[in-house]
């Protein structure tokens, strides 16, 4: 049976089919990127409409894509060991500990308990892995955008996301946003312009967040009150999350 709230695989294959949903997938693309890469010799989950990123995992040794039942299941097709399966969100069909990267996109805006399905992925996170949460921003405008798969179920903050995967048992290490111009189309061929103004002047007015968490974040404070981790490499920009125990950071001049 679908779920009403959830959209259907239908519709969100016809949106990344199309203009609109092509810059999208390259924006998210590129986040992704900055903080993965590729993965060689990981076992990598998507959980919700991953596909359009998944291929990107260059050197996995295995990928899969799990599609709540309510949005349904496509073919996708299996490169060595990937494959896509259907699954209940409150009972993922995988072993404790089974992958190395755990990546969600279109799945907790409209999961009947987004608190439930994270629970699931972090049962199924390796004790070293990394998980990524993609979720509609609160204050973006692709929020209300219902012609477009993040106008659907509940958008978040930051700082929702954050509690959510702490009370997951997972510590947030990086976050970024993506997706700063306007849903309009007049104005979708300035996107890369709008991602560097909107980083710095308007961050609120992002379209997705992405929150990266692990069980533990090892993570060292700079002078100016910011955690940065380590490893030094980077993971999401433009800013790591700041630590817990640090002091409330200084805007920088």
């Known amino acids: 049976m679908v779920d009403p709230m959830r ?16 810059l999208v997938r390259r924006l998210l693309a590129r986040r ?3 903080a993965w890469g590729e993965a060689p010799d990981c076992d990598v989950l998507g959980v919700g409409y991953a596909t359009p990123w998944l291929d990107a ?20 097709p299996s490169v ?10 409150r009972r993922l069909p995988f072993a404790a500990g089974s992958f190395d990267r755990i990546l969600l996109v279109h799945a907790l805006e409209e999961a009947d308990d987004p608190a439930a399905l994270l629970l699931e992925a972090v049962r199924a996170l390796a004790p070293t892995g990394r998980i990524i949460l993609a979720a509609a921003a609160r204050g973006g405008l692709w929020a209300r955008a219902e012609n477009t798969p993040f106008g659907h179920g509940r ?4 700082g929702q996301l954050e509690r959510l995967v702490r009370e997951a048992g997972l510590e947030p290490a990086a976050w970024s946003q ?5 849903p309009w189309t007049p104005l979708l061929p300035l996107a890369d312009g709008f991602e560097q103004v909107g980083r710095r002047i308007a961050p609120n007015t992002a379209g997705v967040i992405l929150l990266e968490a692990s069980r533990q974040a090892y993570a060292r404070i700079r002078p100016s009150g910011l ?27």
């Open 32 to 34: 992704l990127d900055d």
């Open 178 to 182: 993506t997706l700063y111009v306007p």
């Open 80 to 89: 060595g060991r990937n494959r896509t399966l259907l699954v209940d969100d």
């Open 7 to 22: 959209r259907s695989i239908d519709e969100l294959r016809t949106f990344y089919g199309e203009p609109t949903g092509a």
């Open 227 to 253: 955690a940065q981790r380590v490893p030094a490499r980077p993971a999401l920009t433009p800013q790591p999350v700041a630590s817990t125990s640090s002091p409330t950071p200084r805007p920088h001049p």
């Open 57 to 76: 995992f260059v050197g996995a040794r295995r990928v899969v894509a799990a599609m709540p039942s309510g949005q349904g299941v496509e073919h996708w």
């Open 155 to 158: 958008p978040f903050t930051r």
